[in-house]
């Protein structure tokens, strides 16, 4: 069964390369423009791990994964957080990726980092 992805950047074009990614590496990919629409996604989905934007609109990299953390169902979940900037301290990531980063990089992060049914 393929592992599920839920890519949230707020950046289409960045959104696209990573998904796209993701697609080749044969993942199952779920797209939001931001924390708020990636919410909806958390209804009885299994998501094996999420790849978020730290600075969005709306809802922030960090209150999803905080958001993410309090539903019992989704609490293993691991969330890999991208950014431009080197804040890295948040216990609720468990990996983070600077971008810009390599199609290869995200591949290897995301391989090491999925959550395993």
Aim: proline share 3%; no cysteine; glycine share 4%.
């Amino acid at each position: 069964m393929k592992k599920t992805i839920l890519v949230v950047e707020d950046f289409r074009s960045v959104r696209a390369m990573i998904s796209q990614s993701l697609k080749m590496s044969g993942y199952n990919v779920l797209e939001a423009a931001d924390g708020k629409e990636a919410l909806k996604f958390f209804n009885g989905k299994k998501i094996h791990l999420v790849l978020t934007d730290l600075d969005m609109p709306n809802m922030d990299g960090t209150t999803l994964a905080r958001k993410i953390k309090s539903m019992f169902a989704y609490r293993k979940t691991p969330i890999v957080m991208l950014t431009t900037k080197a804040y890295r301290d948040d216990p609720n990531v468990v990996d983070w990726l600077t971008k810009p980063v390599s199609a290869q990089k995200l591949i290897d992060v995301v391989k090491h980092n999925v959550l395993a049914d």
